[in-house]
């Protein structure tokens, strides 16, 4: 059975970084098509960051020029790096793969300060 781990999130401070990790174990699992989601308090859950087939990355216009997506295939885990935050980007942070998700890990709870 797959399970994804979210880690690296906490307290941040506005214009800080923080680096999120999800490692992903299973067989026959591929980290190729895997995401990156938050879900604020009393708000849905967003797909913030994601790779597409050919290997680009598509971000959401809210945290593009911030957020990075990375994956370390040997690893099994992706990554998302996150600059300049914002108190707006505090929220839990899942990963999962988009249009097909696996089952949902606990996530990683970041929050930022201004």
């Known amino acids: 059975q797959v399970q994804l781990v979210e880690s690296g999130g906490g307290l941040g401070q506005a214009g800080g970084s923080l680096r999120l990790s999800c490692a992903a174990s299973?067989?026959?699992?591929?980290?190729?098509?895997m995401g990156w989601y938050r879900q604020a308090p009393g708000k849905q859950r967003e797909l913030v960051a994601s790779?597409?087939?050919?290997?680009?990355?598509n971000l959401a216009d809210s945290v593009k020029g911030r957020f990075t997506i990375a994956r370390d295939y040997e690893k099994k885990t992706v990554y998302l790096q996150m600059n300049n935050l914002k108190p707006e980007d505090t929220a839990v942070y899942y990963c999962?793969?988009?249009?097909?998700?696996?089952?949902w890990g606990q996530g990683t709870q970041v929050t930022v300060s201004s």
């Open positions: 999962n793969r988009p249009g097909f998700p696996f089952v």
């Open positions: 299973g067989t026959r699992l591929s980290i190729n098509l």
């Open positions: 790779f597409t087939s050919d290997g680009s990355a």
